[in-house]
């Protein structure tokens, strides 16, 4: 590139006439261009520098490329030496990604681009908050043989409010967020506390962001009110992790423009569906549909339809819509009540397939073969008109109990029913033989009484209807994945890593202890985790080892390279199938759409590197939305608790540090501690390879997977903490039991004490 006649920059740039396209006559180089040059030249370079290699003569052009350039820095793509030049990220050994805050004052910079975390030491994190974005150097390795970084530059600052408890002492005014990953005091000057008393929760407006040498400063925005009003948990979930409420009146107004039906004007050009019987299937408290499904034999195949509510069709890229989806990334979904990611008007409207209503969609058909595998796809805009709403267990109960009234009352809806859960069986075969996981864990529903009050935690029950839908969900998921793929087009898709190295090596170690072997040497595949799942499954420690082997994979997360997803052993993957609340999904549609109108993929508007930042976006959002409902729910858990102090329950040990053991209520649901004091007459050390601890002297051991019996100590409210303690006759049992395990250590000791007193 560099040999080229450098004038000639607008040639060299392979994305000219995209960005000609966008902006007009007046342009600069592209991303893509600017990375690429940087990195040929081999070293950082100014403004200036690079004004003079690519002859930009008029102060628009500089203006431009300097707009340009802080940009990409923003956005971490380049960063700028302290003699102003600049070099891609990955040239210059450093790290970009977003911050993870630990409540022990550490942190981790979780690469955009994937890979190992960087971990940040609480020094680091002085000049950081939860959520940031950052750019760091590395370091070299910690103590424990992690990576260690040091901040370079903070990219991107997340965090504008903060919501906690207001505390006064000794004249000095400040806000303990609510938050815990975020470990800093806020200090209020007293002039900004507002009517806010010591006690109360508030939120705090930051007016100042944390450095290396000062607290972060702030104030008082909102008190929100005492500790215990009901919906506070709520309230204080939603403000602590800055989820977007408030609806700005432009977006409802947006939104309402389409009307409240799909005008037949509208419906011209689409395939029309609308005498197929689809139908949603769906929990029995949804209020809004975004899938619709049809099956039917075809000769030795299945012909499969997947409806997908058209949301791409009323939400268009650039509108003040659009950037409030993208904002929030993704519904959210509390215990009462679901924080959407678009307006009623839509969500629950226009994008909702209730049923005997004309709707646009995008329909997804599928062949499927004998072995549950597609052998063709196709996409369509089309529109439908949903034949039913149905629920997961009125389907179970035609296809799988065959009820005999539900079967009547739904008699033109039967064979349709009975062929979707024959495709289902068909495609179960085929995920295990590909080697699928399917880790066995427990979800829960929970029952309000009066006054919002928890009357109890309800283990809920998967049947084959939930099963059934899952299995069509993935099938247009793959076959989405493969249709971007296949034009060349370019999208998001939903990763899933195997082990890392050193997860794998813990992995490895644990199993070893128990005489358990993972196949697959340094790569093992998502089938030699199944296997093993397989052959520990009528083990008594079979949970303790499942939870071990689940905590090896990585978390999902959003990518425009595709990567495959471990979890469901496939190729390619991505999410289509529910727009109404995922952004990814929308994104996904509008590449599908782009191609079904005739665009090519240089033609779509987003790069590579504008991809990656939605990715990184998305996943940033869906982490926040899971955290927050977690902080919802654990508040409500231990309110729930409070008056259960002094009461005895069987629980099971679901997490082993070195300061104790977390135990679940059988029954209940509820996780607590057992600090390693409240283990007596003992001194207790952790093996953190066997995921245990083990007595000195009596040589009784505590696993991860043994049931306990505890009493409820302590809750507290604040810190959304539990505290048991074991019940001493369980002490007692559990101690006999330990002689198997920790037995010879016990009669070493006791040999030694009388050795002892004979001398």
């Known amino acids: 590139m560099t040999n080229k006649k450098r004038s000639a920059w607008r040639q060299a740039d392979p994305f000219a006439a995209r960005e000609q396209e966008k902006y007009g006559s007046q342009t600069v180089p592209s991303r893509e261009f600017i990375q690429q040059y940087l990195e040929e030249r081999g070293m950082p370079l100014t403004v200036d520098e690079l004004r003079a290699e690519w002859q930009l003569d008029s102060a628009w052009e500089m203006d431009a490329l300097s707009r340009r350039l802080r940009a990409m820095e923003r956005e971490g793509q380049l960063i700028r030496n302290r003699r102003e030049g600049y070099g891609p990220v990955a040239k210059m050994n450093l790290v970009t990604g977003r911050i993870i805050g630990h409540p022990e004052g550490h942190g981790f910079l979780i690469p955009d681009e994937g890979g190992d975390s960087l971990f940040l030491s609480p020094r680091q994190m002085r000049k950081l908050l939860h959520g940031d974005r950052a750019v760091a150097r590395v370091i070299g390795l910690d103590y424990r043989g992690r990576r260690e970084g040091a901040v370079v530059e903070v990219l991107e600052r997340n965090t504008e409010t903060i919501v906690g408890r207001f505390c006064e002492e000794r004249g000095v005014c400040f806000v303990i967020p609510d938050n815990k990953r975020i470990n800093q005091d806020i200090i209020v000057p007293t002039d900004s506390r507002g009517a806010a008393q010591a006690g109360q929760i508030v939120?705090?407006?930051?007016?100042?962001?944390?450095?290396?040498?000062?607290?972060?400063?702030?104030?008082?925005?909102?008190?929100?009110?005492?500790?215990?009003?009901?919906?506070?948990?709520?309230?204080?979930?939603?403000?602590?992790?800055?989820?977007?409420?408030?609806?700005?009146?432009?977006?409802l107004e947006e939104a309402c423009q389409w009307?409240?039906?799909?005008?037949?004007?509208?419906?011209?050009?689409?395939?029309?569906?609308?005498?197929?019987?689809?139908?949603?299937?769906?929990?029995?408290?949804?209020?809004?549909?975004?899938?619709?499904?049809?099956?039917?034999?075809?000769?030795?195949?299945?012909?499969?339809?997947?409806?997908?509510?058209?949301?791409?069709?009323?939400?268009?890229?650039?509108?003040?819509?659009?950037?409030?989806?993208?904002?929030?990334?993704?519904?959210?979904?509390?215990?009462?009540?679901?924080?959407?990611?678009?307006?009623?008007?839509?969500?629950n409207g226009l994008c909702s397939l209730n049923p005997d209503?004309?709707?646009?969609?995008?329909?997804?058909?599928?062949?499927?073969?004998?072995?549950?595998?597609?052998?063709?796809?196709?996409?369509?805009?089309?529109?439908?008109?949903?034949?039913?709403?149905?629920?997961?267990?009125?389907?179970?109960?035609?296809?799988?109990?065959?009820?005999?009234?539900?079967?009547?009352?739904?008699?033109g809806l039967v064979p349709h029913l009975d062929q979707l859960h024959a495709l289902y069986q068909a495609m179960r075969v085929s995920r295990e033989q590909r080697g699928a996981m399917d880790f066995d864990t427990q979800e829960t529903v929970i029952e309000y009484g009066a006054d919002r009050k928890i009357e109890r935690i309800m283990p809920t029950e998967r049947n084959d209807a939930h099963r059934l839908i899952e299995e069509c969900m993935i099938a247009a998921n793959v076959a989405a994945a493969r249709f971007l793929q296949r034009n060349k087009m370019p999208g998001l898709y939903r990763?899933?890593?195997?082990?890392?190295?050193?997860?794998?090596?813990?992995?490895?170690?644990?199993?070893?202890?128990?005489?358990?072997?993972?196949?697959?040497?340094?790569?093992?595949?998502?089938?030699?985790?199944?296997?093993?799942?397989?052959?520990?499954?009528?083990?008594?420690?079979?949970?303790?080892?499942?939870?071990?082997?689940?905590?090896?994979?990585?978390?999902?997360?959003?990518?425009?390279?595709?990567?495959g997803h471990f979890g469901l052993a496939l190729e390619a993957y991505t999410h289509?199938?529910?727009?109404?609340?995922?952004?990814?999904?929308?994104?996904?549609?509008?590449?599908?759409?782009?191609?079904?109108?005739?665009?090519?993929?240089?033609?779509?508007?987003?790069?590579?590197?504008?991809?990656?930042?939605?990715?990184?976006h998305c996943s940033m959002t869906e982490r926040r939305a899971d955290e927050a409902v977690r902080d919802a729910v654990e508040w409500l858990k231990c309110e729930y608790m409070l008056d259960k102090l002094g009461q005895v329950f069987d629980g099971i040990i679901t997490g082993v540090t070195g300061f104790g053991l977390f135990v679940e209520l059988r029954g209940a649901f509820v996780e607590g501690l057992i600090h390693v004091t409240s283990l007596r007459n003992d001194f207790y050390h952790f093996d953190p390879v066997g995921h245990r601890l083990h007595g000195e002297r009596s040589g009784q051991v505590y696993r991860l997977g043994d049931g306990v019996r505890v009493r409820v100590t302590r809750v507290d409210l604040d810190e959304r903490k539990i505290d048991f303690e074991p019940v001493e006759a369980e002490r007692s049992e559990r101690s006999e039991r330990g002689k198997g395990e920790g037995g010879?250590?016990?009669?070493?000791?006791?040999?030694?004490?009388?050795?002892?007193?004979k001398e």
């Open 203 to 251: 939120i705090a407006e930051l007016i100042e962001q944390p450095s290396a040498q000062n607290r972060p400063l702030g104030r008082i925005k909102e008190v929100l009110g005492e500790h215990m009003a009901p919906g506070m948990e709520i309230r204080i979930a939603i403000a602590s992790h800055g989820i977007p409420v408030e609806w700005p009146e432009t977006v």
């Open 259 to 347: 009307g409240e039906s799909v005008p037949e004007s509208v419906s011209q050009g689409r395939w029309d569906l609308r005498t197929t019987p689809l139908v949603t299937i769906d929990g029995i408290t949804a209020r809004d549909f975004d899938d619709a499904v049809y099956c039917e034999r075809r000769g030795n195949n299945w012909r499969l339809l997947v409806a997908i509510a058209d949301v791409s069709s009323y939400v268009r890229p650039g509108t003040t819509l659009d950037r409030e989806a993208r904002k929030r990334g993704n519904s959210v979904y509390f215990p009462d009540r679901a924080i959407p990611m678009l307006p009623e008007a839509l969500s």
């Open 357 to 411: 209503v004309d709707r646009l969609c995008m329909v997804c058909e599928m062949t499927i073969n004998a072995d549950g595998r597609i052998v063709r796809s196709r996409f369509a805009e089309a529109v439908m008109r949903s034949h039913a709403r149905l629920t997961y267990d009125t389907v179970a109960a035609i296809v799988s109990d065959h009820h005999s009234p539900l079967r009547a009352e739904y008699a």
């Open 495 to 563: 990763i899933h890593e195997g082990p890392s190295k050193e997860r794998l090596k813990k992995l490895r170690a644990f199993l070893g202890e128990l005489g358990l072997g993972l196949g697959g040497g340094d790569k093992p595949t998502p089938k030699d985790y199944t296997r093993l799942l397989q052959q520990v499954h009528d083990r008594p420690d079979a949970h303790l080892i499942q939870t071990v082997m689940l905590r090896s994979l990585a978390q999902a997360v959003y990518q425009p390279g595709n990567l």
């Open 576 to 616: 289509f199938t529910s727009p109404i609340r995922r952004y990814p999904d929308l994104q996904v549609h509008r590449a599908i759409r782009h191609v079904l109108q005739g665009g090519k993929p240089a033609d779509f508007p987003p790069n590579h590197a504008e991809l990656a930042g939605l990715g990184e």
């Open 744 to 757: 010879e250590a016990t009669k070493r000791n006791r040999y030694l004490r009388r050795r002892k007193k």
